[in-house]
């Protein structure tokens, strides 16, 4: 005698519901990187400004002009770096109210389509424009590279 088990609808549900946030949970491991790369070169930043305001207070009001150009190039930097990790937080934010929403969607039993899409829209345009941010830090940072003797 074969005995069948039937599940019951709830878990079936959850466990669809699973199979759909595996994806947007891998998403949101890699926007971790991306934020960790973002806050370590916010960190580098923040070290080699506070290195240049001690050579600052240290130096002769006549080489003084190069040392604030270089904190002025910093702060912009820190600015754009600073607008990117919000950006991808908000894309992390954003991918968490897809996976709530598939979550809801399932125990609810309602359609989720048009929120969970509208979510995932607005995670990357955020994702994107984070990433632009990022860009144009790379080149203000590459801009004013100096490598070798001065």
Known sequence: MILLVQQSPGITAVAHAIQLAVAPVFLLSGIGAMLAVLTNRLSRIIDRGRTLEAHLAASLPDGAAPIQAQLAT????????SRAITLCTITALLVCAVIATLFLAAFGGFDAWVPVALFFVAAMVAFFAGLLFFLREIFVATATLRIGPH
């Open 74 to 81: 910093l702060s912009r930097r820190a600015k754009l770096i």
